[in-house]
């Protein structure tokens, strides 16, 4: 059963606009949230993180913003470029029926367009 | 330079016929795991180890081995690979076990 969901496969921005990724996850348990960029034939890189008890984190162009109540985080890349153009991956961690696991969501596809 | 390694990169192999995935990270990392990503399913973990001679299963560790009986290595084997095994794996170490760094991937072909 996913516990962690991205449910837009895909998304297509024009450059200098903002893009909007979202998660949603179903296990109140997480208490840490990472997002993970991948390249064609590259191995996943590490992005950016929030802690439970933060509702906000910034790094440069990459602002994460967690919503407990809802279950839900979202990744908003400002302004968006070329080279931001890859698959993005929302995880989670905590104790699960996996023990100390790290969960994936499916990935959501970024495009951006000139 | 900080990494994590994997060999081979590319396999194709035969059902039945057991094979070795190795995983060297340089970093002194407690932490390491492997993963496989399938198209619509993303990345799904198959095993974990906390540290030396410490592992523990994932989400999907049926018909997958691991040892770690040294903190750089991380081999995954698997014993009667099958059809359903054909997928692009990853190796991640960290220091805890949310930064974690991954390796360049498997892909890995059983006909």
């Known amino acids: 059963d996913q516990q962690v969901k991205q449910n837009s496969p895909s998304l297509s921005v024009q450059e200098g606009r903002i893009s909007i990724l979202n998660c949603d996850y179903t296990n109140s348990m997480f208490d840490y949230f990472l997002w993970y960029k991948k390249y064609p034939a590259e191995g996943p890189t590490f992005l950016i993180s929030?802690?439970?008890?933060?509702d906000k984190n910034e790094d440069g162009r990459f602002t994460v913003f967690l919503n407990k109540s809802a279950k839900h985080l979202s990744l908003h890349i400002v302004p968006s470029q070329p080279g931001d153009s890859a698959v993005y991956f929302c995880?989670?961690?905590?104790?699960?029926?996996?023990?100390?696991?790290?969960?994936f969501g499916k990935g959501t596809s970024l495009l951006v367009t000139p | 330079e900080a990494q994590v390694t994997q060999n081979p990169r590319y396999l194709i192999t035969v059902t039945g016929k057991k094979l070795t995935v190795t995983c060297s990270q340089n970093?002194?990392?407690?932490?390491m795991s492997w993963y496989r990503q399938d198209p619509g399913l993303g990345l799904r973990q198959i095993y974990y180890s906390m540290n030396v001679e410490v592992t523990d299963k994932g989400d999907v560790p049926e018909g997958y081995k691991v040892s770690r009986k040294e903190k750089r290595n991380f081999p995954l084997i698997l014993e009667s690979p099958s059809p359903n095994q054909t997928s692009l794996y990853f190796c991640a170490s960290a220091t805890g076990i949310y930064e974690q760094y991954f390796g360049p991937g498997t892909r890995l072909t059983v006909t």
């Open positions: 995880a989670a961690s905590g104790v699960s029926n996996s023990g100390y696991a790290l969960n």
């Open positions: 970093m002194n990392h407690e932490y």
């Open positions: 929030i802690s439970s008890i933060k």
